[in-house]
């Protein structure tokens, strides 16, 4: 079927412009040419030791997505999962919770004194295997409180007083 008048497509099809950005994966901004350097100093990006750049907001808003009230046991593969969302690359990682200390080293952490009264965004603490738990466990705050596999009510998720905690913070 033919038809004899005369439609400009772009009226019907595409009413709206469309502006599309292509940013480049080397992490320049190729969309924001004229970025200062304070712009740049303020992002949430941290590049480590080892050349990863973790984004501290995109680890953050990952957590913050966590709104479970109760643990399903699988606290490592969430804060695994965050980290992934911020950028973080891992050669392989461990399974149990307790096991995680070098591999948070090797991406750009460091080992802190505890700082349960002062967390900062994107710290992440370990508790060692104990009674209560064969596999330990590991938590990251989100800026909004301490979150794991759920959205905990404090750092102190076991009744045992006497686990052992190791803290971490992503140096810059």
């Not at 695994?80 to 950028?87: F, N, P, T, Y």
């Not at 392989?92 to 096991?99: I, L, N, Q, T, Y």
């Not at 590991?138 to 800026?143: K, Q």
Request: glycine content about 8%.
């Amino acid at each position: 079927m033919a038809y004899d008048h005369n439609v400009n497509l772009s009226e019907v099809h595409a009413p709206v412009q469309a502006n599309i950005i292509i940013r480049s994966q080397s992490g320049k901004n190729a969309g924001r040419p004229n970025s200062t350097k304070a712009e740049q100093k303020s992002s949430s990006n941290v590049i480590s030791k080892n050349g990863q750049r973790i984004d501290i907001d995109r680890l953050t808003g990952f957590l913050q997505g966590i709104t479970r009230q109760s643990s399903t046991q699988k606290c490592a593969r969430s804060v695994r999962l965050a980290l992934e969302s911020a950028g973080a690359r891992f050669n392989g990682h461990p399974v149990a919770a307790a096991d995680w200390g070098s591999t948070l080293q090797k991406i750009g952490y460091q080992k802190i004194n505890l700082s349960f009264d002062r967390p900062k965004k994107g710290d992440i603490y370990i508790i060692d295997r104990n009674q209560s738990s064969r596999y330990g466990h590991i938590a990251a705050y989100s800026g909004n409180g301490w979150v794991s596999d759920y959205r905990q009510s404090g750092y102190a998720v076991y009744r045992n007083p006497n686990v052992k905690y190791t803290y971490y913070r992503l140096q810059q």
